[in-house]
C-alpha cells in the first residue's frame, strides 16, 4: 500500500502535484501497462487506482493488482478484467519458457545482473556510501507516527557504515494511514504464529486480514498450505 506523497522539480523546487493532478485522468485513462512483453489494454488495472487517487487525493504507486490485496472493498471497484488478462498472459509465458524463444529476453536464466537491493545495500555499508534507498523495510522508529512501532515498514533510507537510517515521513495522512492498519492485525498474528510455532495463530492471522470473508475457506487454504509445504512450514502444529 504505497502513495505518493509529494512531488517537487528538481531544479526548483516547485510543487508538482499540480501537474499530476492536471494530467491524471488522460494520463491513466489511456496507460498501457506493459510487463514483460506483455501489454495492457488502455487503462487496464485502474478502478482501485482511480478510486484511492480520487478519494485520498495522492497517487497511488501500484496497479489495482497490487494495491488491491489489501482492501476489503477493493473488490468492488477493480478492474477484474484487466487483472485476468495480465494472470492469464503470465502464467501462459511461465508455462511455456522452454517451448518459446522470444521468451528469454524476460526469463534468462543466465542473467547474472541483480535485480533485488540487498546486494547494492550491503556494497552501500561496507563501502559508507551514505546512499539513497528509496524503498528499504526497517523497523517502524516513528517513521509512520500512524503505525505501531514494532511494525516493519518500508520507508526511504540513507545507508553508510552505520547501516540503514530510515527517513521519516513527515505529515502522513492519517486518512490512508487507516488503511495501512487495517493490515498491523494480520501481521502480528503472523508473527506470533511464527514464534509460538502455532497454526491456530496462523489462522487467526488469516482471520485478521480485512480481504478475507470465509472463515471456512480460510481454514481449509490454511490446511492445503501446511500439507503442500510442509517442508518450510511443517512446525506449525
Known sequence: LSILLYAKYKDSGKDGYPLIKEKFNDYYSSLVNDHEGFYSKAGAERGVFFEIYNQYGYLPITTDSHIGEYLSWAYS????????????????????????DSYDQFFNENDTEPHERIVPIIENIVTDA????????????????????????????????????????????????????????AIQMTTEAVLKKSKQDAYYALLSDPVVDNAKAAASLLDTMLEFQKEYLGYLK
Open 130 to 185: 551514505n546512499a539513497i534507498e528509496h524503498a528499504v523495510n526497517v523497523p517502524n522508529e516513528g517513521f509512520i507516527e500512524c503505525l505501531p512501532k514494532d511494525i516493519v515498514v518500508e520507508v526511504p533510507s540513507i545507508v553508510n557504515k552505520n547501516g540503514i537510517e530510515g527517513k521519516k515521513l513527515e505529515n502522513y495522512p492519517k486518512s490512508f494511514g487507516a488503511l495501512l492498519n487495517s493490515q498491523v492485525g
Open 77 to 100: 471497484v477493480a478492474d477484474h478484467e484487466g487483472i485476468l488478462d495480465f494472470y492469464e498472459n503470465y502464467k501462459k509465458r511461465c508455462l511455456n519458457y522452454y517451448d518459446n
